[in-house]
């Protein structure tokens, strides 16, 4: 296996440094709608790509029995176009189209179809009965005509009979004679190869994203080769109906809700995008296969719309069902983990903590699941680490997030999207890891998720569960040796104990879209997902194998949104969650003794448990405003109200370590939460409104501008420390962003945002009483202020081909200065107190990204990221932050073994960690944490008879010994043991 990544990875350089500059042909990114409605306009958007030499496109289109007319595309902003097709022109049962573009010397090119292989779209309603006559001589051709035909040698059976005019003169009449009585066509069923197109059944809007990851690897040369290449169409996977947009948005939080991945859907009545408004083009194989992070894929967490990632005015990255395959990734924090600049890493508790540019707590990263917020209002933690069977994509943002999403999303952003397309999809995954006792610890999971459309209705619903027995690494020592081996608990020989990674995890949802016409589209969805976990060493710094941690999370949304006029689109949202966490810690061994009495004997050991209930009521509203073809503005308002519905924190111990007789019992001079000043700490009210608007200055440059004022309700301190009442404090977050197209296969970007991020409840006014077992406690500041951030970005990306290979190269650079950052610093040894760091952190740091493409089943990948932090109030020599890996190096080898099998390599690579230096204690408690490389490997199937796939795939396949830091690294001195090696074989269905 060495010596076969070695020599893919000196060919992927050889190649990287040998493919020459080569011009594509102009072409327009872009897919028909499968139907439309009669007399209302049909909006048609796509993006020219290599268009230098084109000066002005057109549209030729034609009703039933009418020769080809023309309608202009124009310009919105950036390279993206819109046409739209008078109302008159759309009658049943459909019409024809095809876009061309004019050079400067007046040829004329067709850039999507043609005039012999035009778009069909179908129009609901009774057809006139000149057109419902199929032509004698031919057979009906599809309902629905791939409009970017794959570009593999066709078969025999698929090569095009040569055209004619008595098969173009038949073409309303099929169309005509499978639109039956307004029962949508039957989606046709594909050959394996089918894949290589995208055809959107008639109730859909798009191919699904791992369709269309498959389907156009060949775009460029669309307009070229479609006159002479016809595609069939693929039903591997069904699309998703035009009413699931609202049930999944990929860019909402319960501020607004943006629109739809159009990479999933398009059409003019189903978008919900607002006619002769400028709207996302579609997603295409040139988008998918030009970055494994899809550089050229559409992404909406960053500006609310849909947009390419290339020229998105923040650093992006999105990576749909295809390439999450390809990673061989398992839950959401494997996806993450390759993301450049990012590292996941897990504390002794079991919790997944993703660092962002060197720097890492849980509320300062913004989980969104499918728009809702996923961290907790208590501590600022969210359930994130979801299986990916379910998933359509994964949105991650680099940097501030605030100008859109408000309070937390401060060092970057990740939206998790559910898959709720139409058909069947099953998938069932075993396997887990090999204990060094010859013994299995076993992992299953399995999936299944459904959605069809009746109608105008559409439901969906999908549910996941996982059962694992995790791996159990031994740990030497803990901070109890002592004690343990003096009472006879274990002897000095025996280590201290093993990690314990078990994990139950449930996730159910669904939901319904109903479009009420002129009304506007009507969606609804709620979601349960419910965790039951060990941790995974303890407390703090004591094995504890015994201990159980719960965490369910409900969460209900209501979506609505019409359009106004022709360039408005008005959107409202509700949003409701309640999450619950049931925390039981074990925090000394069984049979333990503090003291030689009676009731100082624990058969079961110290307990501790916390029951936490937050609830979260959100309603917002936003419009996007289209007020001109270069300038698009979004403005819109959101209202929160966070609220502290139950705490109990309860022990079997007394302050002086003896056996409570009652049982657990709420230790003495505990503070109620739910009580302190009047209840007022226990609650939050955030109100938040924002404006962004996106100027196309000239062709090539586009501005976005956007500022958000949110007022949040924070806790006032007296005198004397205590809380007193509470009052809103305003912050006012910009965000500028330049977008330069210096060449269409060049953008650059020139980028500011600020962020801020409040106190979690947690930090302000939590504060355990102490005992000697009990350690490790973060102490309550009511006097925290939020933190601010200002981030300064340059980026480039280059895209470059030449033939069937594509090359990709993205780089950035980026300054960020954090005021009054909210730090833990153990000035103690055991109870660590938070403050506002008053000289600020600041990081600084570069980011590079390539890929190469030699063909569309063999890519090599690799990512760099080099980062630094620095503590500016201590001294010079003790500044630098290194409990994260300072530089990460990610890469990876896709190639094909035969016709049906493909070979997936992935390498993640961390730099050296040591201890930071920001106490006296922090220096003592030194520890260093050696590099690491962790192989993952992975033999997958293409679709075998477009239904099953099967995927084998190891990770750790050296069972590299990786290690996390721990808060006492004197007492747990080999610090956090990670997983070894695993293996899974999953098998996967869709009908």
């Known amino acids: 296996m060495k010596n076969t990544l070695a020599r893919a990875t000196l060919l992927s350089l050889v190649l990287f440094l040998a493919v020459p500059v080569r011009a594509e042909e102009p072409s327009l990114l872009h897919s028909a709608p499968a139907r439309a409605e009669a007399n209302v306009p049909l909006r048609l958007d796509g993006t020219l790509v290599e268009g230098a030499r084109i000066l002005e496109m057109q549209v030729r289109y034609r009703g039933p029995g009418e020769p080809f007319a023309r309608v202009p595309m124009e310009r919105q902003y950036g390279d993206l176009y819109r046409a739209v097709i008078p109302p008159e022109h759309m009658v049943p049962p459909g019409i024809e189209y095809y876009v061309e573009g004019l050079t400067a010397d007046g040829e004329r090119i067709a850039i999507f179809q043609s005039a012999s292989r035009p778009a069909r779209v179908l129009v609901a309603g009774e057809a006139p009965a000149s057109a419902r006559k199929p032509g004698a001589s031919e057979p009906p051709p599809p309902a629905v005509v791939e409009e970017r035909p794959s570009t593999r040698p066709p078969t025999t059976s698929e090569r095009p009979r040569p055209s004619s005019s008595s098969e173009e003169d038949d073409s309303m009449a099929a169309l005509t004679a499978d639109l039956n009585e307004g029962v949508p066509p039957p989606t046709p069923k594909s050959s394996r190869d089918s894949r290589g197109a995208s055809t959107p059944p008639p109730k859909g809007t798009s191919a699904t994203t791992r369709d269309s990851s498959r389907a156009s690897r060949d775009t460029a040369s669309t307009s070229r080769d479609a006159p002479t290449r016809e595609s069939q169409p693929s039903s591997r996977e069904p699309p998703p109906s035009r009413d699931a947009v609202t049930s999944r948005e990929p860019a909402v939080t319960r501020e607004a809700t943006p629109r739809e991945s159009v990479s999933t859907r398009d059409t003019s009545r189903d978008t919900g995008s607002p006619r002769g408004e400028p709207a996302p083009s579609q997603r295409t194989e040139l988008e998918d296969d030009l970055a494994l992070y899809s550089a050229e894929d559409t992404l909406a967490l960053a500006t609310r719309h849909e947009e390419k990632v290339r020229k998105v005015p923040a650093i992006g990255a999105s990576f749909n069902r295809e390439q999450i395959s390809v990673l061989g990734a398992r839950t959401v924090a494997d996806v993450l983990d390759v993301v450049p600049g990012l590292t996941v890493s897990r504390d002794v508790q079991g919790f997944h903590r993703t660092a962002v540019r060197g720097l890492r707590n849980d509320a300062e990263v913004l989980f969104l699941l499918n728009g809702h917020r996923l961290n907790n209002f208590f501590d600022g933690k969210a359930l994130m680490n979801l299986p990916v069977e379910n998933l359509e994509r994964i949105e991650v943002i680099r940097g501030p997030g605030s100008a859109l999403y408000g309070a937390g999303a401060f060092l970057g952003v990740v939206n998790i999207v559910t898959d709720t397309s139409d058909g069947v999809r099953t998938a069932v995954s075993a396997g887990g890891f090999p204990e060094k006792d010859d013994r299995l610890a076993v992992t299953v999971n399995g999936h299944a998720s459904a959605g069809h459309t009746f109608g105008d209705l559409r439901l969906f619903a999908d549910v996941d569960v996982w059962n694992q027995s995790g791996?159990?690494?031994?740990?030497?020592?803990?901070?109890?040796?002592?004690?343990?081996?003096?009472?006879?608990?274990?002897?000095?020989?025996?280590?201290?104990?093993?990690?314990?990674?078990?994990?139950?995890?449930?996730?159910?949802?669904?939901?319904?879209?109903?479009?009420?016409?002129?009304?506007?589209?009507?969606?609804?969805?709620?979601?349960?997902?419910?965790?039951?976990?060990?941790?995974?060493?303890?407390?703090?710094?004591?094995?504890?194998?015994?201990?159980?941690?719960?965490?369910?999370?409900?969460?209900?949304?209501?979506?609505?949104?019409?359009?106004?006029?022709?360039?408005?689109?008005?959107?409202?949202?509700?949003?409701?969650?309640?999450?619950?966490?049931?925390?039981?810690?074990?925090?000394?061994?069984?049979?333990?003794?503090?003291?030689?009495?009676?009731?100082?004997?624990?058969?079961?050991?110290?307990?501790?448990?916390?029951?936490?209930?937050?609830?979260?009521?959100?309603?917002?509203?936003?419009?996007?405003?289209?007020?001109?073809?270069?300038?698009?503005?979004?403005?819109?308002?959101?209202?929160?109200?966070?609220?502290?519905?139950?705490?109990?924190?309860?022990?079997?111990?007394?302050?002086?370590?003896?056996?409570?007789?009652?049982?657990?019992?709420?230790?003495?001079?505990?503070?109620?939460?739910?009580?302190?000043?009047?209840?007022?700490?226990?609650?939050?009210?955030?109100?938040?409104?924002?404006?962004?608007?996106?100027?196309?200055?000239?062709?090539?440059?586009?501005?976005?501008?956007?500022?958000?004022?949110?007022?949040?309700?924070?806790?006032?301190?007296?005198?004397?420390?205590?809380?007193?009442?509470?009052?809103?404090?305003?912050?006012?977050?910009?965000?500028?962003?330049?977008?330069?197209?210096?060449?269409?296969?060049?953008?650059?970007?020139?980028?500011?945002?600020?962020?801020?991020?409040?106190?979690?409840?947690?930090?302000?006014?939590?504060?355990?009483?102490?005992?000697?077992?009990?350690?490790?406690?973060?102490?309550?500041?009511?006097?925290?202020?939020?933190?601010?951030?200002?981030?300064?970005?340059?980026?480039?990306?280059?895209?470059?081909?030449?033939?069937?290979?594509?090359?990709?190269?993205?780089?950035?650079?980026?300054?960020?200065?954090?005021?009054?950052?909210?730090?833990?610093?153990?000035?103690?040894?055991?109870?660590?107190?938070?403050?506002?760091?008053?000289?600020?952190?600041?990081?600084?740091?570069?980011?590079?990204?390539?890929?190469?493409?030699?063909?569309?089943?063999?890519?090599?990948?690799?990512?760099?990221?080099?980062?630094?932090?620095?503590?500016?109030?201590?001294?010079?020599?003790?500044?630098?932050?290194?409990?994260?890996?300072?530089?990460?190096?990610?890469?990876?080898?896709?190639?094909?073994?035969?016709?049906?099998?493909?070979?997936?390599?992935?390498?993640?690579?961390?730099?050296?960690?040591?201890?930071?230096?920001?106490?006296?204690?922090?220096?003592?408690?030194?520890?260093?944490?050696?590099?690491?490389?962790?192989?993952?490997?992975?033999?997958?199937?293409?679709?075998?008879?477009?239904?099953?796939?099967?995927?084998?795939?190891?990770?750790?396949?050296?069972?590299?010994?990786?290690?996390?830091?721990?808060?006492?690294?004197?007492?747990?001195?080999?610090?956090?043991?990670?997983?070894?090696?695993?293996?899974?074989?999953?098998?996967?269905?869709?009908?």
């Open 471 to 991: 791996d159990a690494n031994i740990i030497e020592h803990d901070g109890l040796d002592d004690e343990s081996t003096s009472q006879g608990l274990r002897s000095v020989e025996d280590p201290a104990g093993r990690t314990s990674d078990d994990r139950f995890l449930l996730n159910v949802g669904g939901g319904a879209t109903y479009s009420m016409g002129d009304a506007g589209r009507l969606a609804a969805s709620v979601r349960y997902l419910s965790e039951n976990r060990t941790a995974l060493l303890g407390l703090f710094d004591v094995v504890a194998e015994d201990s159980e941690l719960k965490w369910s999370v409900l969460m209900a949304d209501v979506h609505w949104e019409k359009n106004i006029g022709s360039s408005v689109l008005l959107r409202a949202r509700a949003g409701f969650d309640q999450q619950s966490t049931d925390r039981l810690f074990q925090i000394t061994p069984r049979n333990f003794r503090t003291g030689p009495d009676s009731n100082q004997l624990f058969d079961n050991g110290l307990r501790e448990q916390t029951q936490i209930s937050v609830r979260s009521l959100t309603g917002g509203v936003d419009a996007d405003i289209v007020l001109s073809s270069n300038n698009r503005l979004s403005v819109g308002a959101v209202v929160e109200q966070q609220s502290l519905g139950d705490y109990t924190y309860e022990t079997n111990y007394t302050l002086d370590a003896r056996v409570r007789p009652g049982g657990f019992t709420t230790p003495e001079g505990l503070a109620d939460l739910l009580e302190l000043a009047g209840g007022a700490a226990s609650r939050r009210m955030t109100v938040g409104v924002f404006a962004q608007d996106q100027w196309t200055v000239v062709a090539p440059l586009t501005l976005t501008f956007g500022v958000r004022v949110d007022a949040t309700q924070l806790p006032t301190v007296g005198t004397s420390g205590d809380i007193t009442g509470t009052s809103f404090v305003a912050r006012v977050n910009p965000r500028v962003g330049l977008v330069f197209s210096a060449t269409d296969a060049l953008v650059l970007k020139a980028l500011y945002g600020r962020a801020f991020r409040a106190p979690t409840l947690q930090e302000l006014v939590e504060r355990i009483p102490d005992t000697d077992y009990n350690q490790g406690r973060f102490e309550g500041n009511p006097s925290l202020q939020p933190a601010i951030v200002d981030t300064f970005e340059l980026g480039a990306d280059l895209i470059q081909s030449a033939g069937e290979a594509r090359v990709r190269l993205r780089a950035n650079a980026y300054l960020e200065l954090f005021s009054s950052p909210i730090v833990p610093v153990d000035t103690s040894g055991n109870i660590v107190p938070l403050r506002n760091r008053e000289l600020g952190v600041r990081v600084y740091g570069i980011e590079g990204e390539a890929r190469l493409e030699a063909s569309k089943r063999a890519n090599a990948w690799f990512n760099a990221s080099i980062s630094r932090a620095q503590d500016m109030e201590l001294p010079s020599q003790s500044r630098l932050l290194t409990d994260t890996p300072q530089a990460r190096f990610n890469a990876g080898v896709s190639m094909p073994i035969g016709a049906w099998v493909n070979f997936d390599v992935v390498v993640r690579t961390g730099a050296e960690r040591r201890n930071n230096s920001r106490s006296v204690l922090e220096l003592v408690r030194r520890y260093k944490i050696p590099a690491y490389s962790l192989v993952t490997a992975q033999i997958r199937t293409e679709p075998i008879l477009d239904i099953w796939e099967v995927s084998l795939v190891a990770h750790n396949v050296f069972d590299h010994d990786l290690r996390d830091d721990v808060p006492r690294p004197d007492r747990v001195t080999g610090n956090l043991p990670r997983e070894g090696m695993s293996g899974y074989l999953t098998v996967r269905a869709h009908f």
